[in-house]
């Protein structure tokens, strides 16, 4: 059973910083791929970034240079380290990952994703 559990939002000021954290109990954490999405009220879910089983990154256009996700191994972890926040990064933040291993690409679609998180609300205030 894969279950995934996220903390670290809340409510922050422009310009400010989050640490996001997710916490997986999977037997097999280190061969799969992990990402974090994102839904703001009455938008769609979308993606955010991920990191492949290699530490390989990818991001969404509208973070990338703002974000870092990273994972540890040893802990079952994810972070999303989030700086420079601005309002339209309000959402609630969702951790993902799916039964592939070994993956050399990066699924950027919720719908390749099958193991969710609760999610955490992130509020930036103007």
């Known amino acids: 059973q894969v279950q995934l559990v996220e903390s670290g939002g809340g409510l922050v000021q422009t310009g400010g910083s989050l640490r996001l954290s997710c916490a997986a109990s999977?037997?097999?954490?280190?061969?799969?791929?992990m990402a974090w999405f994102r839904q703001a009220p009455g938008k769609e879910r979308r993606f955010v970034a991920a990191?492949?089983?290699?530490?390989?990154?990818t991001y969404a256009d509208s973070v990338s240079g703002r974000f870092t996700i990273s994972r540890d191994n040893a802990k079952n972890m994810v972070y999303l380290q989030m700086n420079s926040l601005k309002p339209e990064d309000t959402a609630v933040y969702y951790c993902?990952?799916?039964?592939?291993?070994?993956?050399?690409?990066?699924?950027?679609?919720?719908?390749?994703?099958?193991?969710w998180g609760q999610g955490t609300q992130v509020t930036v205030s103007s």
């Open positions: 999977i037997r097999t954490f280190s061969s799969r791929g």
């Open positions: 993902a990952t799916n039964d592939v291993h070994f993956s050399s690409d990066v699924k950027l679609s919720e719908s390749e994703y099958k193991y």
């Open positions: 990191v492949k089983w290699n530490t390989g990154t």
